[in-house]
């Protein structure tokens, strides 16, 4: 079911991952709520900060 909230931190991150991948265009915050399946403005935000950290280590690790 597409409205069960998701309670998996992994899952929800993984979801949040993939939608902003695939979309192909900035998503509003709602829609990234919508797609975390959390239904938590705020535990969705603590997501995509987890997200920009975890993106800014691997792009510094990567510099030669």
Known sequence: NQN???ED???AT???EAALYSA???LRIEDIVRASGTES???TLD???TIMKKTKTK???ERP
């Open 4 to 6: 069960t909230r998701v």
């Open 9 to 11: 931190i992994t899952e």
């Open 14 to 16: 993984a979801r949040i």
């Open 47 to 49: 997501l995509l900060e």
């Open 59 to 61: 792009a510094t690790e």
């Open 24 to 26: 192909g265009r900035p």
């Open 41 to 43: 403005r705020t535990k």
